[in-house]
């Protein structure tokens, strides 16, 4: 009887074999019931029922399996399944990640394959996954990010929101671009989400601080490995409360985190605002009232130059209408004796300081300009263009290098004027406030009043003596510039020297006053300067006298007629006679010079009336 039964079951299975066999010929799957008859004892039926596989047959990933008579006598060996003929998209991604190239398989991570189950985005379900692996020392689930993941969280970050859950690159932990844009990138795009953190109670200051900051300028425009990332601060993975006395921002922490970059920083050079906004005046006052003191300073001084520059351009053209007829009518003016004879108003130490100051100008605000307005596409073209923002660092560097020479050198020509030269009378005030000085002075005032009362039609158009007031004020302001401009340059050129002796937020304030500083002065020169000296309808289109230092007679006495009369009454006008000097050569290099100086600035000029009209001035 027993025999009898073995037989029976010997036959049942070669004919369900045969059966399989005959299905699996005909394209067919094996039904999985055959399979599970051998197969129970390695998984539950249940549970691969109840998985996301478990409505696939068993050969639709064991396809090699076609013949289950050959396959039960072990002529048919089992092949690795092969995944990437469903899962295509996960396999592409797996294949270029760091996981592939180190030889994880699927499997090895997805080792429950007979029963697994769709995880529903909940991502402890991933950490779990990659905590096999990775963070066997808990630093992750130890830091904000994993025990809110763990508390059931499912905004805050998991392994797989900053690695990907597949295509994970390989990062080398280096200096290298890939690398230093992950520590930055993979914050961003949460912190930057304003409902995800508003839900969570998070503030995005901190994004719009970093961005607005050297750093986030610099990874805007597409230079991160030049700077520091979110996780050069609050590390990766161990991301801990300012509070916590383990986190790398905690106050006992702060100094050696800052020294990863600043090796030379100090305690005070941690007290810089990391995130501190310049808006808010309840948390940073310092901040606020610097902002609030260059705002004012920047607008009142457009306000006033421009509408001084407006007014004059009508007047001007106006003027220059009256002219025409009166040309027109032959009784324009009558005939002067040596009308074109030429003077001297600058001699070449003045012309060479003139050049000096193009130079540099142009290039601090051609490599200062795209960090100002980072957020212009034109920025990063002009960043790209120097090779990088460290090229573009090296070069303003320079500029401000050659602003100290010329500033240097106009302090020592100040003070020879005041104390030492035999050819101007009077004791050193005289000599401050006299006709010969560009400093601010009474006559000033009357000036300014006949300008204005030109403007309106009232009055002659006044002359002046050697400086008129707007010269007097491009000079004045070279020296204010070089105390805002240039002390606060310094400050952030050298940081880890400032911050041995300043605080911390001392860099904040010095990068407001720089930023708008800058904005004041490349703004000013290519408006309100280039109107002054070359737009004018009495110049238009250049003033080519800063270059070869001559201005004709009918000219001089047309515009500084009262420093004509000074000199008759002295005696010393025929001292300052001189031939044309100039040659072709000479006229053709330095006017292409001045040329190409005034094309570029007028070009920057509209790149930041563009960048204020797209709201990226910043």
């Known amino acids: 009887m027993f025999l009898y039964g073995k037989h029976l079951l010997v036959l049942l299975v070669m004919l369900v074999s045969f059966s399989a066999s005959a299905f699996a010929e005909q394209g067919m799957a094996i039904d999985p019931a055959t399979c599970l008859g051998c197969h129970s004892n390695k998984f539950s039926v249940h549970d691969f029922a109840a998985s996301v596989h478990g409505k696939n047959a068993c050969t639709s990933c064991h396809v090699d399996i076609t013949d289950l008579l050959k396959h039960m006598k072990g002529q048919i060996k089992v092949q690795k399944v092969q995944c990437e003929r469903c899962h295509k998209k996960q396999t592409a991604e ?3 990640s760091v996981h592939a190239e180190k030889g994880v398989t699927c499997a090895q991570c997805h080792t429950d394959v007979h029963t697994h189950t769709y995880w529903k985005n909940d991502k402890r379900v991933a950490v779990a996954k990659c905590v096999q692996c990775h963070d066997k020392e808990a630093v992750y689930q130890k830091s904000v990010h994993g025990k809110a993941v763990a508390a059931g969280n499912m905004d805050s970050a998991a392994c797989h929101d900053c690695h990907n859950l597949h295509a994970i690159d390989k990062l080398t932990g280096g200096n290298d671009h890939k690398s230093r844009e992950f520590h930055t990138k993979v914050c961003m795009k949460c912190h930057s989400d304003q409902k995800m953190m508003a839900r969570n109670k998070v503030t995005t200051v901190a994004v719009k601080s970093y961005m607005e900051s050297y750093h986030g300028k610099n990874y805007r425009l597409g230079f991160p490995e030049k700077v520091a990332g979110c996780a050069d601060c609050h590390t990766a993975h161990s991301v801990l409360p300012k509070s916590d006395p383990a986190s790398s921002v905690n106050p006992a922490n702060l100094t050696k985190t800052c020294q990863q970059c600043h090796s030379s920083a100090t305690a005070l050079f941690t007290k810089f605002y990391a995130h501190g906004e310049m808006t808010d005046r309840e948390k940073y006052p310092i901040m606020f009232y610097t902002f609030v003191a260059m705002t004012g300073l920047l607008l009142s001084t457009f306000a006033v130059f421009w509408i001084h520059t407006l007014l004059w351009m009508f007047r001007g053209f106006v003027e ?4 025409a007829v009166l040309l027109a009518a032959g009784t324009h003016h009558h005939v002067m004796p040596d009308a074109h004879k030429q003077y001297r108003r600058f001699n070449r130490i003045h012309i060479f300081m003139h050049i000096l100051v193009i130079t540099s100008f142009l290039l601090l605000s051609l490599t200062g300009l795209p960090l100002k307005f980072n957020t212009q596409h034109w920025a990063e073209v002009l960043m790209n263009l120097y090779g990088g923002s460290a090229n573009a660092g090296f070069l303003h560097r320079i500029g401000a290098g050659i602003t100290f020479v ?19 009378k009077g004791n050193p005030i005289q000599r401050l406030f006299g006709p010969d000085s560009l400093c601010f002075n009474l006559r000033d005032i009357v000036d300014v009043y006949r300008m204005v009362r030109w403007f309106f039609f009232k009055g002659q158009k006044p002359t002046f003596e050697r400086w008129t007031y707007w010269e007097k004020f491009d000079f004045v302001a070279v020296f204010w510039g070089m105390f805002a401009i240039g002390g606060s340059g310094l400050m952030l050129w050298f940081p880890e020297l400032f911050g041995m002796f300043l ?16 904005l004041l002065a490349t703004g000013f020169i290519f408006s309100v300067h280039f109107f002054n000296t070359h ?30 009369k000074r000199y008759e009454e002295e005696g010393i006008t025929e001292k300052f006679a001189c031939k044309h000097t100039s040659g072709v050569v000479y006229d ?15 070009g920057l000029l509209m790149l930041m009336i563009l960048a204020f009209m797209s709201g990226g001035g910043h």
């Open 94 to 96: 797996h294949y270029a």
């Open 320 to 323: 220059n209408r009256e002219k």
């Open 406 to 424: 010329y500033f240097g050198m106009a302090l020592a020509m100040s003070i020879n004027f005041l104390f030492i030269r035999k050819d101007i």
């Open 503 to 518: 605080p911390g937020w001392a860099f904040n304030v010095a990068t407001i006053v720089h930023s708008d500083e800058a």
């Open 535 to 564: 737009g004018r309808p009495e110049k238009f289109p250049m003033d080519f006298v800063i270059f070869n230092g001559q201005i004709g007679k009918e000219e001089m006495l047309e515009e500084r007629g009262d420093q004509w």
């Open 588 to 602: 053709f290099l330095v006017k292409g010079f001045g040329f190409t100086a005034l094309t570029i600035g007028i």
